[in-house]
């Protein structure tokens, strides 16, 4: 990765490779050509701190990631086990420290990461020479910095970074804007239903029709005069269009932008990449690759990935159960609507049709799903009980967390919530001229969740600072409609039907 | 070669020390890292910095978890992860490890956080003796120092690469190979004690919360005490009107409702200052934590004369914390500043609510008196 360091594996450690590839390529996993550097810790600290990637523009928070992930490995509290980047040709990087048995593992598992890169639906729109897209941006933003100042910089970079999830998720995959139609002035005309007699006309199209119809056109007219047409979920590719922004301001939001699309992919597919890598590493290695020598300290890390806490998913665990439970299912015909109108519990738990689809079943799957889809899919009751999960929610009496449920319905809604626009909340754009004084407006679609009101000001500070002109958002808080708006100087709170 | 990132890094820890970007100084939140000490689990201070989305406010929000318990089964603190939102996806997979901090340990970790300075002994200066630390794993040593777990590991995985395991009759006999001990380092400790005498306001206004504050402050204090002396004592004193000694268990628990008057605890402090520390041979520390109100100007004034004339000159520090509280008037912190201001052993900290914790505990003991 740097250019004075020799970081090719050395022969013992290419062995490894061509073997556990061998495996991999056997199970049936198709991945790109995928690259292992071996790092020491402090080099694998900076690199996993910058996202993956050895080159980035230079900002503190990368400064910040890496304090963390050093100071965790130093106090013996985390450890970095495996890092993935996806890109033609992929680079997974190996840590220097570890026993033969965890570079195998560690190899395992980022083959089946490099299959769902190379297969998922979810990156087929992702830039693979991402590796060299990342060290261009930062020498853009470096070349910026000598022009214009490291502060004035960062500054923007830290605004930017306030609204970077201001981006339409799913956008990637279809063209949201429609063409601007040119449609000139010609004075409104309606027509009626078709009268083939005049004096039926009266009755066909009375007049009160005729003028309904000519206000629902006026209607339609005028919200093609709005700004945006329709309400915009990009909100960055918003700011980039219309907002007064400096040249260089442009670039580095532009930039920022591509790299927030290029990362969403892997927060949208979180529980079943890594439950897919997970499956596969668990595979190979006890299938094939293991030395009875090296299985209790296999055993030892492989349980250290799936431990679990109560406050939490941990999405290796939860995505290698239901990968497993997918292939189980397809095995043995536990689907379709047979066995969904069976109510004999003995005979659903004897339930064996011998149909051996489960291997199939999931290469498909791990294709065309998503974690809200493959929960929304494949979550199913005996799973969710067999898993032992449960809703959570916050004591406000007892200033605590407590588990609130374990009813199927009720776990499954909330953690498709969670999932639902990567946790995010969904803020759109909805008028770029609000109350014709060139205001910016978004509006908040309010789910049952109200947003966190102080970071909501702060973050529309640093909107308005994008946009010049005073901003606002409608939102919800306790129930009521409220719009709250930024001028640069004074925030202010108006009550709004919501 | 320097890594690239080393940049990144300082001007991340210019911005936490807050020598530019102050804009951002609101954003900087603490206790990230969580370690455990016996069962409790504890965080670690490592600041970060939160910057502003449109989100979710977490308490609002809830989720999923996994594992046992019914409906109303209270979740351990820590369980919950920090906020609602991961991180923006990268392909890295970290792992929190569950160790066991000792308490030299954490005390090493708090010294390295806060930039604490080892203390400038007081007491009979030159007087060393060694301590023993247990530090690593060797493959030899006296069976009274067997390390249980990694011995049975490697007996594990011994006959089990050899093909004598039996999962039927998962018997598993150590050989001499197999077995490890723990292994020490000896330190070099200064041959002195310490006494902390702990006071607080147990009136009225104070309340759970900042009581709460005083026991994590009061762990802390001890933890970096007890790292830095051979020995270390703990006396605790409360006071409304009337000042008595107590132990631990009651210190935390008391709450009484009478008046305030600060100079009972300091005059109980000085009598047992001079009943049982020799100030030859002890260092000394006072803590007094209020809420800031006190019954008159007049025990005010008293309370300055005592330290002034009794207590300053024989103890290493003197610290105040005053714990913010919806009752109190908070004027006793400006009268001690007014009183001492560029004293050197008098440490005064006010501490607005429990992201304050660390910062005051910076303040108490930043000066390596």
Not at chain 2, 114 to 131: D, E, M, S, Y
Request: aromatic share 10%; net charge neutral.
């Amino acid at each position: 990765m740097n250019e004075n360091r020799d970081t090719q594996i050395p022969p013992r450690l290419s062995d490894i490779k061509k073997e556990i590839e061998g495996y991999a390529r056997g199970f049936g996993l198709d991945f790109y050509e995928t690259i292992f550097e071996v790092l020491g810790y402090d080099e694998i600290n900076m690199v996993a701190a910058y996202g993956g990637f050895p080159n980035r523009y230079p900002h503190w928070r990368f400064g910040m990631e890496y304090e963390q992930l050093s100071k965790g490995y130093e106090y013996g509290l985390s450890k970095i086990y495996e890092m993935v980047i996806n890109n033609n040709p992929s680079y997974a990087y190996l840590l220097e420290s570890n026993m033969d048995v965890d570079q195998k593992l560690v190899m395992a598992h980022v083959f089946g990461h490099v299959d769902f890169f190379k297969n998922n639906f979810s990156f087929r729109h992702t830039n693979r020479k991402m590796m060299d897209e990342m060290a261009n941006h930062a020498t853009r933003v470096r070349r910026i910095i000598d022009k214009v100042g490291l502060e004035p910089v960062e500054t923007f970079v830290d605004r930017s970074l306030s609204l970077e999830n201001l981006i339409d998720q799913h956008s990637q995959h279809f063209q949201r804007r429609a063409k601007d139609k040119d449609e000139e002035d010609k004075p409104i005309e309606v027509r009626g239903f078709k009268a083939d007699r005049e004096y039926m006309q009266g009755f066909i199209n009375p007049r009160e029709f005729l003028d309904e119809q000519r206000k629902k056109l006026e209607d339609e007219r005028a919200a093609k005069k709005k700004f945006p047409e329709r309400p915009q979920r990009d909100v960055l590719q918003f700011l980039l269009e219309h907002a007064p922004l400096e040249r260089w301001e442009g670039e580095i939001l532009s930039l920022m932008r591509e790299e927030a699309y290029y990362f969403a992919p892997q927060g949208q597919t979180k529980i079943c990449n890594e439950g897919w890598a997970s499956f596969w590493h668990s595979k190979i290695m006890t299938e094939k690759a293991l030395k009875d020598s090296e299985i209790v300290d296999y055993a030892d890390h492989h349980s250290g990935t799936m431990g679990t806490r109560p406050g939490a998913i941990n999405p290796y665990k939860l995505g290698i159960e239901l990968w497993r439970h997918i292939e189980d299912r397809w095995n043995r015909g536990r689907f379709g609507k047979e066995y969904d109108d069976c109510d004999d519990l003995r005979a659903r738990r004897a339930w064996d049709k011998k149909l051996g689809l489960g291997r199939q079943k999931i290469f498909e799957v791990r294709k065309h799903y998503n974690d809200v889809t493959f929960i929304d899919e494949f979550l199913t009751a005996d799973f969710a009980a067999e898993q032992k999960l449960f809703v959570y929610g916050f004591n406000e009496k007892g200033n605590r967390w407590e588990i609130l449920d374990r009813e199927f319905q009720k776990v499954k809604r909330k953690l498709l919530q969670q999932l639902t626009n990567f946790g995010q909340p969904i803020i759109e754009v909805v008028d770029g001229n609000f109350e014709n004084r060139g205001e910016l407006l978004l509006a908040h679609r309010h789910d049952g969740v109200d947003l966190r009101v102080d970071y909501a000001k702060d973050t529309l500070a640093n909107l308005q600072a994008m946009w010049r002109r005073p901003v606002a958002i409608v939102t919800r808080v306790d129930g009521k409609g409220v719009l709250m708006r930024f001028d640069g100087r004074d925030h202010a709170d108006r009550k709004v039907d919501y | 070669m320097p890594l690239k990132i080393k940049q990144d890094h300082s001007r991340f820890r210019e911005i936490i020390r807050g020598r530019i970007k102050n804009n951002l100084r609101k954003y900087i939140q603490k206790g990230e890292m969580i370690g455990k000490k016996g069962k409790d689990l504890i965080t670690i201070p490592v600041p970060s910095i939160d910057i502003p989305h449109f989100r979710y406010g977490h308490k609002d929000q809830g989720g999923v978890g996994q594992g046992d318990g019914e409906p109303g089964t209270v979740l351990a603190p820590g369980a919950v992860e920090g906020d609602g939102h991961g991180k923006a996806g990268q392909g890295e997979g970290q792992h929190a490890l569950e160790v066991d901090l000792s308490l030299d340990e954490l005390a090493e970790i708090l010294g390295e956080e806060l930039a604490l300075p080892r203390i400038q002994n007081k007491g009979k200066k030159n007087l060393v003796t060694p301590k023993v630390k247990y530090s690593g794993v060797h493959t030899t040593g006296p069976e009274s120092l067997r390390h249980f777990k990694r011995t049975y590991k490697q007996a594990l995985k011994r006959s089990i690469a050899s093909g004598t395991y039996n999962p039927a009759l998962p018997i598993i006999v150590p050989t001499r190979e197999d077995k490890r001990y723990r292994s020490w380092r000896v330190q070099e400790m200064p041959q002195s004690n310490a006494v902390v005498i702990y006071m607080m306001d147990v009136s009225g206004s104070m309340g759970d919360e900042q009581k709460e504050i005083v026991r994590i402050e009061s762990f802390w204090i001890d933890t970096w005490l007890r790292a830095n002396y051979k020995g270390l004592e703990t006396r605790y004193i409360i006071h409304d009107a009337v000042a008595r000694e107590v132990d631990r268990e009651t210190f935390f628990h008391t709450r009484e409702s009478g008046g305030t008057m600060i100079s009972s605890a300091y005059k109980l402090c000085k009598e047992m200052m001079d009943a049982d520390y020799d100030t030859g041979s002890w260092n000394i520390y006072p803590f007094h934590f209020s809420d800031g109100d006190n019954w008159s100007a007049d025990d005010t004034r008293t309370c300055v004369n005592l330290l002034k004339s009794e207590i300053l000159t024989k103890v290493n520090q003197f610290a105040y914390g005053q714990v913010e509280s919806p009752y109190g008037s908070g004027q006793f912190i400006k009268d001690l500043r007014e009183a001492f201001d560029s004293v050197e052993n008098v440490a005064l900290s006010e501490i607005s609510n429990k992201d304050a914790i660390y910062n005051s505990i910076k303040e108490f003991l930043g000066k390596g008196s």
